[in-house]
């Protein structure tokens, strides 16, 4: 009985899949905006946060801007995976003293194909895009979406962005809880149809 009961055990261990990684550096912006390159006007704000973490250094990603700016990551992901992107977002043109008339944000997910993100040494294969989204929202926004990274890709950047389409005016847009990781459900199933001679075997 003992050596039943640890073979389900165990097999019930092998038939689950791995919980998955975030891929990106300082996803919840504590303390700062290390680990993403960020332009002008996307900048760290502690005055707040998504899950209201007690933690002090615990901030936003705050994006202010007249006409567009953005914060950004490069991680390396593998080609034919799925992988999930979340973020909560607010995009309150109000917060600012002259509120833009048409404001947006969006997220960039581009795929590229060497060791950077960045010509001469890759080159971009594919651009998936979330929005541009018009939605004025004071509350929190959470967003979720999956995708498969195109054959070929070996870095993926994703590109968190704010802008002003009018150019009159400011928008203010925060970011928080950024998630990019594998769908490990979707890679578990995968794998076990290749195991089983079905699609994903060789």
């Known amino acids: 009985m003992v050596r039943i009961a640890a073979f389900l055990t165990m097999a019930v261990i092998l038939s689950t899949p791995a919980a998955a990684q975030n891929l990106l550096t300082n996803p919840f912006f504590v303390g700062s905006t290390s680990g993403w390159d960020t332009s002008p006007h996307a900048v760290w704000d502690g005055a707040l946060n998504f899950n209201d973490s007690p933690d002090g250094d615990d901030g936003v990603l705050r994006i202010s801007t007249s006409e567009s700016d953005a914060a950004w990551q490069c991680v390396a992901i593998a080609p034919g995976q799925r992988y999930v992107f979340g973020a909560a977002v607010i995009n309150d043109p109000s917060a600012e003293a002259q509120p833009?008339?048409?404001?947006a944000w969006q997220v960039d997910i581009e795929w590229w194909n060497g060791t950077e993100c960045q010509q001469p040494l890759s080159a971009m294969i594919d651009d998936t895009r979330i929005g541009p989204d018009d939605r004025?929202?004071?509350?929190?926004?959470e967003e979720k979406q999956t995708f498969t990274a195109p054959a070929g890709a070996t870095r993926a950047r994703v590109v968190l962005a704010s802008s002003c389409a009018s150019r009159s005016g400011a928008t203010s847009t925060l970011f928080d809880d950024v998630l990019f990781e594998a769908d490990e459900i979707a890679k578990f199933d995968f794998e076990i149809h290749a195991s089983e001679g079905g699609p994903g075997s060789s």
């Open 100 to 103: 833009c008339a048409a404001s």
């Open 136 to 141: 004025t929202n004071v509350l929190w926004l």
